[in-house]
């Protein structure tokens, strides 16, 4: 089922972050499926075709949620939120992350690697995880997001 899965997807710069990230989920979450779509190496790659992967995964359904790292978190951020249904949020503190999800329902965390420790971006991870989205007056705030027409 889709809640229990999560996606994860970084260039060369978050690879490391990445992997620390998935030992906490597999340690922190055992009923968590993971998806990682890489990069699987510190070998030099292109950010965007690894966000995009991931946004695809979250707008499909396939994914509840998605993470995606980069050197400066926001090359992955632009990428993801190309794709209609994908509120990414740039994050490099855990209360900004809450509030990703309290008031803007984000979807995919993005996480600056080269700003950000391991143990904070596992933080971070811990409150989108399990931050609801307050709803309320945040409601039509986050449905005027969608592009019409």
């Not at 994050?91 to 999800?101: G, N, P, S």
Request: one cysteine or more.
């Amino acid at each position: 089922m889709a809640a229990n899965r999560i996606v994860l997807g970084s260039d060369h710069a978050g690879y490391e972050c990445k992997e620390f990230i998935k030992e906490y989920l597999k340690k922190g979450y055992p009923g968590i499926t993971q998806i990682d779509v890489g990069t699987y190496s510190l070998d030099s790659v292109d950010y965007p075709d690894f966000a995009h992967q991931v946004a695809l995964k979250v707008e499909s359904g396939e994914a509840a949620a998605g993470i995606v790292i980069c050197g400066s978190g926001n090359g992955v951020c632009i990428t993801a939120n190309k794709h209609q249904h994908i509120r990414a949020a740039l994050c490099w503190t855990v209360e900004i992350a809450t509030l990703a999800r309290q008031h803007n329902d984000a979807n995919v965390l993005c996480i600056p690697a080269r700003f950000v420790s391991h143990e904070t971006a596992a933080a971070m991870v811990e409150a989108f995880r399990n931050t609801a989205f307050e709803g309320g007056r945040h409601l039509k705030r986050v449905e005027k997001l969608l592009v019409s027409g």
